[in-house]
T-cell receptor
Framework: DTGVSQDPRHKITKRGQNVTFRCDPISEHNRLYWYRQTLGQGPEFLTYFQNEAQLEKSRLLSDRFSAERPKGSFSTLEIQRTEQGDSAMYLC????????????FGPGTRLTVL | GEDVEQSLFLSVREGDSSVINCTYTDSSSTYLYWYKQEPGAGLQLLTYIFSNMDMKQDQRLTVLLNKKDKHLSLRIADTQTGDSAIYFCAEGFSGGYNKLIFGAGTRLAVHP
C-alpha cells in the first residue's frame, strides 16, 4: 500500500445522472476526508470519517451528496441528480489518529457534468 | 470565521529565493501547513509549523509564523525549476475539529 487511491480518475456524466466515487485510504489510517476542488481554488472540506463513523459534514454537502465508509476502510461518495455546478475535482485524504494530522491526499477524481 | 488568503501568482528566477505569503483569520488553529500540488499529482505536504512556534527550517524551506498578525510565509531558498507548482497554505485544528482550511493557492513559476 503506497498511498491513497481513488477510482475512477475521470468521470464524465450527463446532468441528472448519479455518480459514485471510491477512495481507498492508507491501510493503517483510521481518519478519512473528502474535499472538493474547483479550478483556481484550494480544496474545500466536504466530510470526515473516524473509522466508520461520519463525524463532520460541511454545509456544502447538500442532500444530493452522501458518503459512506461501511467497514472503516474504503469510502464511497455518491452524488445524485448531478448538476453542472458539481463539476470539480473530488479529493480523498487519510490520516492517522495521532500526530500532526498530516493528511495524505489521493490523486482525485475529476468529474465533468455535461 | 474561517478564511485563508494567498496571493495567486509568483514568478522567480532560478537560483533566487521565493517567498509565498498567507494570511488567515481563525486564531484557534493548532497547526499551519504548506502543501504542494503539481499538475496531475495529488497534494503533497511540504512542511508544517505548530501554532506556538515562530519559525521552522527544513532544508531549503523556511516557515515563518506571525501569530499576532495571523501571517504565515514559506521561503524556498535556491529555487529550482522543479519547484514550479501551486502552493497551498492550510489551517488545521485539534480537539476533534479535523478538517483543513485551504487558501486558493499560489502558482509559483520558476524561469531560467
Amino acid at each position: 500500500d503506497t498511498g491513497v487511491s481513488q477510482d475512477p480518475r475521470h468521470k464524465i456524466t450527463k446532468r441528472g445522472q448519479n455518480v459514485t466515487f471510491r477512495c481507498d485510504p492508507i491501510s493503517e489510517h483510521n481518519r478519512l476526508y473528502w474535499y472538493r476542488q474547483t479550478l483556481g481554488q484550494g480544496p474545500e472540506f466536504l466530510t470526515y470519517f473516524q473509522n466508520e463513523a461520519q463525524l463532520e459534514k460541511s454545509r456544502l454537502l447538500s442532500d444530493r451528496f452522501s458518503a459512506e465508509r461501511p467497514k472503516g476502510s474504503f469510502s464511497t461518495l455518491e452524488i445524485q441528480r448531478t448538476e453542472q455546478g458539481d463539476s470539480a475535482m473530488y479529493l480523498c485524504a487519510s490520516s492517522p489518529s495521532v500526530g500532526i494530522n498530516e493528511q495524505f491526499f489521493g490523486p482525485g477524481t475529476r468529474l465533468t457534468v455535461l | 470565521g474561517e478564511d485563508v488568503e494567498q496571493s495567486l501568482f509568483l514568478s522567480v528566477r532560478e537560483g533566487d529565493s521565493s517567498v509565498i505569503n498567507c494570511t488567515y483569520t481563525d486564531s484557534s488553529s493548532t497547526y499551519l501547513y504548506w502543501y504542494k500540488q503539481e499538475p496531475g499529482a495529488g497534494l503533497q505536504l511540504l512542511t508544517y509549523i505548530f501554532s506556538n512556534m515562530d519559525m521552522k527550517q527544513d532544508q531549503r524551506l523556511t516557515v515563518l509564523l506571525n501569530k499576532k498578525d495571523k501571517h504565515l510565509s514559506l521561503r524556498i531558498a535556491d529555487t529550482q525549476t522543479g519547484d514550479s507548482a501551486i502552493y497551498f497554505c492550510a489551517e488545521g485544528f485539534s480537539g476533534g475539529y479535523n478538517k483543513l482550511i485551504f487558501g486558493a493557492g499560489t502558482r509559483l513559476a520558476v524561469h531560467p
